[in-house]
């Protein structure tokens, strides 16, 4: 086996290596970012429904 072919074997693990965590990063923020945009939502509606039940007890007293 030439040389060369065994650094092309051992590039290829190495670069597959590097994609794999680039790949697994990548996924994690985005992963962070939809819960971070459900978290936000999620705040507003109960926020929203906290408001409204504030205004309805106004109303009545």
Same mark, same amino acid.
């Given at each position: 086996?030439?040389?060369?072919?065994? %650094?092309? $074997? #051992?590039? /290829?693990? $190495? /670069? $597959? *290596? @590097?994609? %794999? %965590? #680039? #790949?697994? @990063?990548?996924?994690? *923020?985005? %992963?962070? &970012?939809?819960? /971070? $945009? @459900?978290? #936000? &939502?999620?705040? /507003?509606? @109960?926020?929203?429904l906290i408001k409204?039940? &504030?205004?309805?007890?106004?109303?009545?007293?």
């Amino acid at each position: 086996m030439k040389m060369s072919t065994v %650094w092309s $074997i #051992v590039g /290829a693990i $190495i /670069a $597959i *290596i @590097i994609a %794999w %965590w #680039v #790949v697994n @990063i990548a996924f994690s *923020i985005a %992963w962070f &970012l939809v819960k /971070a $945009i @459900i978290a #936000v &939502l999620a705040a /507003a509606a @109960i926020f929203g429904l906290i408001k409204a039940s &504030l205004k309805s007890k106004d109303k009545k007293g």
